[in-house]
């Protein structure tokens, strides 16, 4: 069988001499000069007979070893195998022999560059010049043996070589040398000619004013690039924290905030359109009080009634006029006409097609990033070789301070970590029976778990028939504040008897096992939204035929929403910080509890959806939301510092933010939108406040205005056909699904393609490679360049 050849420096040893290690005597020149051309000789001769780099060589005939096999290496002194220069070079400059390296070293090592340069322009080498031209050892004071000298002495040989090099040679050495700006100012001011400093001093010193007024504005335009793209980066929300977690804690936890951040800039797309159609409008032009408003008292901060139901937080408070002035007469029951010369800007449509518009906004954003990220995490290939990637080329050599050091020292450590446990994880199998033994407890932890979700369901929904039963006054607001905190009891008693059942199973990959919490948790939290809806739309809206209760949904939801946020800030103080401390002073344990990735995420999804579901009927819900995750962010990363460890078992989360946008996509987006169309499309608006207080269905007003626009004239006549047949007939909408579908199975099949082109590409490589080896039928001969780089080239572009 062929074997790899082993990468061996022939590096030759002097031999140690017998009267003891002693420094050759500077009479001996002659005897050292013979030596190094005889070296010279050797190695040209080398270089000449090598005709494959990086290959072994066939020894001549009748040159076998005592091996007895068919192609051996060809060796040179001491046995070890010999390469060309350009082989020797590239091992050389590998990272793994460059590092630690000392200045000193660098400069002779450039300083030998330099010279080759010198030779290379039609300097006559060592061996053709005569003995007396040659450079004599007695110049050299051998007694001072000093590393500074030493190192001044090879400082000033690169300085003369550098000045016998032309300008462009100069500064692209100086440009890759591995040594500090001001190392290099140093060098290109010392290697600079005399004639030419005179003359740069000179003209420096005839520089008009036009000519210096130009640098200044050059010089002072790159300071402001630099501040630009400086205050650019510090822009970027809690990016040295982002940081800072990720190399301490790794991906798998750092992929949390990642989450938090993405539903951050969700949040403020979505207000953003709000304030500025309906929000900050019905601000400008606020609508006639319909009776005393009350005081407010501080209780509205988590019942969300009373002072907050008078105000631009709700549904009810924004008219449906076409905005002016407020409204002649407000409750006479008939839709508010305005008066000649007023404003063309209708509230009802300006309510409807901002939502509609901001929601499609929102989806588009939501899927590009869900794209992104299927981008991003499964690639096309494999990661094999990703263990060098990450030792050899994770460093960035433009970090000087200590801090930045130590944090990207920290987070190389981690991705290592990762990496080998992911690594480990795929090297461990079951048995048979093992795997049996594993099927049936985890049936029975399943079984457990949906009983418990199943028993959470009932629960709610026994409760909010009660709170429908018993129907509270204004004055006792603080008693509908019993239905979120039985709902936040519920969410948050039930993680926690999921980890307790998720112990018995005993997952190998913590990947695997946050996947099954976020599944299990995700169940529980959905359904007991899917009972509120229900309770909401289905039960309390004829409950409430004579009052707004638009109004009541929204302070519903702003109520879960607080209740929320409270219940997650006892979960951090007493999951976290008391379990620590307790830990610490009474059981006598080291160890801190680790960041439960999977019930904080759900969490996250679990708000946002309160906010995708409420926004219709609180527009200022987004906002709320924006400020519950900027607090969020700062009491979880303190605590995480402070309370939590790293995971035991370090797991590498590259699918993480995929699975995470794609569940709040699908469950959590999708089925806030199905809420909201039912909501605008079957469900009878309120007739004594809001926007659609006089029309059966909310999507009404976009045909009330469709059949303005018929009359206005045919200037416009567009937008009624572009409603009639593309809104209202659903062929269009079937059509542009089905078009949709079609765009995303094709790409499905050209990343297959991709896929199956790669693995056949990766195939004819590693046939080449076999055909290639000392073994193989080619018999080491060199593969022609199109075979031997085809493969490599279009791996490249496809990937």
């Known amino acids: 069988m062929s074997q790899s050849p082993a990468f061996v420096l022939n590096v030759l040893e002097t031999p140690e001499d017998p009267e003891g290690s002693q420094e050759p005597s500077p009479y001996d020149e002659s005897e050292v000069h013979d030596s190094f051309h005889q070296l010279i000789q050797e190695q040209s001769r080398w270089v000449a007979e090598e005709g494959l780099e990086l290959q072994q060589r066939q020894p001549e005939t009748g040159a076998l070893g ?28 590998m990272p793994s022999r460059t590092i630690g390296r000392s200045r000193g070293a660098i400069i002779s090592q450039y300083y030998s560059r330099t010279v080759k340069l010198r030779r290379r322009a039609g300097r006559p080498q060592l061996r053709d010049m005569g003995r007396s031209a040659r450079p004599s050892l007695r110049l050299y004071d051998l007694e001072l043996d000093s590393a500074v000298l030493e190192e001044e002495e090879k400082r000033g040989l690169l300085v003369k070589e550098l000045q016998g090099l032309t300008a462009a040679q100069r500064d692209h050495m100086l440009r890759g040398m591995p040594l500090s700006l001001a190392e290099k100012r140093c060098l290109r001011e010392e290697s600079r000619p005399p004639r030419g400093k005179h003359r740069a001093q000179r003209h420096r010193g005839l520089l008009s004013c036009c000519d210096q007024l130009r640098d200044s504005c050059v010089l002072a335009s790159h300071n402001l690039g630099l501040a630009l793209l400086s205050g650019l980066q510090a822009l970027m929300p809690w990016h040295y924290a982002l940081k800072r977690i990720g190399g301490r804690f790794g991906s798998s936890v750092l992929s949390y905030f990642l989450f938090l951040k993405t539903l951050l800039a969700f949040n403020t797309l979505l207000l953003l359109p709000l304030l500025a159609f309906i929000v900050g409008v019905q601000a400008a032009f606020p609508p006639a009080p319909t009776g005393p408003v009350p005081a407010f008292t501080g209780l509205e901060l988590l019942t969300g009634g009373g002072y907050l139901t008078h105000s631009v937080m709700y549904y009810g408070y924004y008219s449906n006029a076409t905005l002016n002035q407020p409204c002649a007469s407000p409750l006479d029951g008939s839709q508010c006409t305005p008066e000649a010369g007023s404003l063309p800007y209708s509230m009802p449509l300006a309510y409807l097609f901002t939502l509609g518009a901001a929601f499609f906004i929102t989806c588009i954003t939501l899927v590009y990033s869900m794209s992104r990220s299927f981008g991003e995490s499964y690639r096309v290939g494999s990661t094999s070789g990703v263990h060098a990637i990450t030792v050899f080329c994770s460093w960035d050599y433009k970090v000087t301070q200590r801090w930045a050091t130590r944090l990207q020292h920290d987070n190389i450590r981690t991705q290592l970590k990762e990496l080998l446990a992911e690594w480990q994880s795929r090297q461990h199998r079951r048995s048979a029976c093992g795997q049996l033994r594993r099927v049936a407890v985890l049936g029975l932890v399943w079984l457990l778990c949906l009983g418990t979700t199943l028993g959470c369901t009932l629960a709610v929904y026994t409760f909010s028939e009660l709170m429908i039963k018993s129907p509270v006054s204004a004055e006792r607001e603080a008693v509908l504040l019993l239905l979120p905190l039985v709902v936040c009891l519920l969410n948050l008693g039930g993680p926690y008897l999921f980890r307790i059942l998720a112990a018995l199973e005993r997952h190998d990959s913590p990947v695997l096992e946050v996947y099954v919490a976020i599944c299990r948790n995700l169940i529980l939290k959905m359904v007991t939204l899917g009972i509120l809806c229900y309770h909401w739309l289905g039960r309390r809206v004829g409950t409430l035929k004579d009052q707004c209760w ?26 976290e910080l008391v379990w620590r401390l307790f830990s610490e002073k009474q059981l006598k344990r080291k160890g801190k509890p680790e960041f439960d990735i999977a019930g904080n995420v759900l969490e996250l999804i679990y708000g946002q959806t309160l906010t995708w579901l409420g926004v219709l009927f609180s527009p200022l819900l987004p906002a709320m939301q924006i400020i519950k995750l900027l607090l969020l962010f700062y009491i979880k990363k303190a605590s995480l510092m402070a309370n939590c460890q790293a995971p035991r078992r370090p797991w590498k989360a590259s699918h993480m933010s995929t699975v995470f946008i794609s569940l709040l996509c699908f469950p959590s987006f999708l089925g806030a939108a199905v809420f909201l169309c039912y909501a605008v499309w079957q469900v009878k608006p309120s007739s004594t406040c809001g926007p659609f207080r006089t029309l059966d269905t909310m999507y009404e007003a976009g045909k009330v205005w469709v059949r303005r626009l018929e009359k206005a004239g045919p200037r416009v006549s567009w937008l009624p056909w572009i409603h009639r047949y593309l809104v209202e007939d659903t062929f269009p909408i079937y059509l542009v699904s089905a078009l949709l579908l079609a765009v995303i199975y094709l790409n499905i099949q050209v990343v297959k393609g991709q896929r199956k082109v790669i693995c056949l590409l990766k195939e004819q490589i590693s046939n080449e490679l076999k055909d290639s080896s000392p073994g193989g039928p080619r018999g080491g001969q060199r593969l022609p360049p199109r075979l031997s780089t085809g493969p490599v080239l279009s791996l490249g572009l496809l990937v």
């Open 550 to 575: 638009e109004n009541f949904v929204g302070q519903e939801l702003y109520r879960l929403m607080v209740m929320d946020f409270i219940f997650t800030l006892l979960d951090t103080l007493l999951g």
């Open 66 to 93: 005592a091996s007895g096999s068919d192609h051996e290496t060809m060796l040179g002194p001491e046995g070890a195998p010999v390469y060309s220069m350009a082989t020797l070079r590239i091992l050389a400059s």
